[in-house]
């Protein structure tokens, strides 16, 4: 390829996302499978149980995708039906209507304020998730319980301890269940899962916790919440031990022990609903207590890394300083050769502009060598860039050729595309040429040594106010566990490599106020994203 080809255009987003039919038959099997198993203790006369954990599963399903509300209204309805309307059948109707309403104003707020996955990675995600919960609860304590009593599907003397148990019922299982889903769906939760899974203290734990629960239930029901602290420990030790997964996989053991123990024995439904209200307050201590683990254990990666990036700077500093010479005198035996070839163009027709061209690739190439130490000493030192406008498509052009060779060596197809109409972008053009030209050689390394046809493939497009680049090879791709170090600095599998290109790359990227992420597949695939105004214009 002589040069960067058009990129194709994309199809338009349905925003439907990934809402097939399985996915909708998965939910309403998951949800009245849920319902059935969570029916339990329920008010007289009513479907109000202590423990709702197919509420999360609703709140989950519209945060993701929205347009389905009308499937959870449906799902609600079925599940009334199964359970042989315990209210009238309009009451039923209407309360059902207004759960999922109140079920969806919930999820947009879970979906503004924690993303369409929610992410619970520190303390202050933490807070917003129980204020939300607690919130929308109400909400829907209110939704649900006001047309049962305005048709008389519950009695209306006894509209305070039905507004209440609703509350707790959809609290404890929004606080237990939702992050279990959490756990599930996104791809790094499953690998520590996975981890935590594998370790002999996670089944210490869960033996505990099996204990505990024994010592709690095996007694008379009026004697359980003197000893329900004992329930706390295993929880604690997960939370502390394990970080969010932790603390969301016990709490969820806990609470199924306590259903079993429920369904088991007998127990008036008061005394369920006042487990249920120690049972919020054990998931949220964990919540609490592994969420601080995991953002104590960010805080820990973010001075490595600082102390990573002073190291940096003073080896750059090191490095200009004992460069500084050797390029000096290169760019004066460059120039020296340009005059001898020069002087042997008379006597050597045919070799005088071949060595003037040899000679001045290498002054261009000691120039750019000393420009790149200079630009990386005063990032490392001071955290300097230049910002100017540069056009990112030329500069993809610049480094796509200047690693052509090396690839055509390797067996390597570059193919390269830039949408049309892409601004410039305010950045260090020296320090980001060296974050593409990273991403590209690595990729071109990582294609060589693949099994499957070698094939690097690069896309500039725009993303809003910023550009994006996307570097996939035909590799053997990155796996989920190595995802969190990927970007750390670490010694190099490659001969000759330091281990700190990806480091700094993201690092200047970030200095940028842009991304630099990769993504675990089957091939290597890394984004870069880059806004187009300067750091900081919002």
Not at 89 to 107: I, K, T, V
Not at 233 to 259: M, T, Y
């Amino acid at each position: 390829m002589a040069g960067l080809a058009p990129a194709p255009s994309r199809p338009a987003d349905s925003g439907l996302g990934d809402a097939s039919a399985a996915v909708a038959a998965g939910f309403v099997v998951l949800y009245l499978l849920l319902d059935w198993a969570s029916f339990v203790q329920p008010m007289r006369g009513t479907s109000i149980t202590p423990w709702n954990p197919q509420a999360a599963l609703a709140v989950a399903l519209l945060a993701r995708q929205p347009r389905r509300w009308w499937l959870v209204a449906a799902t609600l309805v079925l599940a009334a039906a199964m359970r042989g309307w315990p209210s009238p059948p309009l009451a039923e109707l209407l309360a059902a209507a207004a759960l999922s309403a109140a079920y969806g104003a919930l999820a947009l707020a879970v979906r503004h304020w924690l993303g369409a996955l929610p992410v619970i990675t520190t303390r202050r995600d933490f807070i917003v998730f129980l204020l939300l919960v607690a919130a929308g609860c109400a909400l829907a304590a209110l939704m649900f319980v006001g047309p049962l009593i305005a048709l008389g599907g519950a009695p209306a003397d006894r509209w305070a301890t039905a507004l209440l148990r609703s509350w707790v019922g959809d609290a404890v299982g929004l606080i237990v269940m939702l992050p279990v889903l959490i756990a599930l769906c996104s791809a790094a939760r499953r690998f520590e899962t996975r981890a935590m899974l594998a370790t002999l203290e996670w089944w210490l734990i869960a033996a505990l916790a099996l204990l505990a629960a024994w010592s709690v239930f095996g007694r008379a029901p009026q004697d359980q919440f003197k000893f329900f602290y004992l329930l706390f420990l295993p929880v604690a030790w997960a939370a502390a031990r394990f970080g969010f997964v932790g603390a969301a996989w016990s709490a969820a053991l806990v609470q199924l022990l306590l259903i079993l123990a429920v369904q088991s024995s007998s127990h008036a439904p008061p005394t369920v609903f006042d487990l249920q209200m120690l049972m919020c307050a054990l998931g949220a201590m964990g919540l609490l207590l592994g969420t601080t683990v995991d953002e104590r254990e960010q805080s820990e990666r973010a001075l490595r890394a600082s102390l990573h990036l002073a190291a940096a700077g003073d080896m750059a500093a090191a490095l200009a300083h004992e460069l500084n010479q050797p390029l000096t005198a290169l760019r004066s035996y460059a120039r020296s050769l340009q005059l001898l070839a020069e002087r042997a163009a008379p006597s050597a027709p045919a070799d005088g502009p071949r060595l003037d061209q040899v000679a001045g690739n290498l002054v261009h190439e000691a120039n750019r060598a000393g420009e790149v130490v200079r630009r990386l000493k005063d990032f490392f030192r001071h955290r300097a860039t230049e910002l100017q406008p540069a056009d990112l498509g030329e500069l993809l052009r610049e480094v796509v050729e200047s690693q052509r060779p090396r690839a055509e060596a390797a067996g390597v197809r570059i193919d390269a595309s830039v949408e049309p109409g892409l601004p410039p972008a305010w950045v260090d053009r020296v320090q980001i040429e060296v974050v593409i030209r990273n991403l590209v050689a690595n990729a071109v390394d990582a294609a060589a040594g693949g099994a499957r046809a070698a094939r690097v493939t690069l896309r500039l497009t725009p993303a809003g106010k910023a550009a994006l680049l996307e570097v996939d090879d035909s590799g053997r791709g990155i796996a989920p566990e190595d995802l969190p170090g990927l970007f750390e600095s670490r010694p190099s599998s490659k001969p000759g490599g330091m281990g700190i290109g990806l480091f700094i790359s993201r690092a200047i990227v970030e200095s940028h106020d842009g991304r630099l992420w990769a993504e675990a597949g089957a091939a290597g695939r890394f984004r870069l994203l880059l806004p187009l105004n300067p750091p900081g214009d919002d």
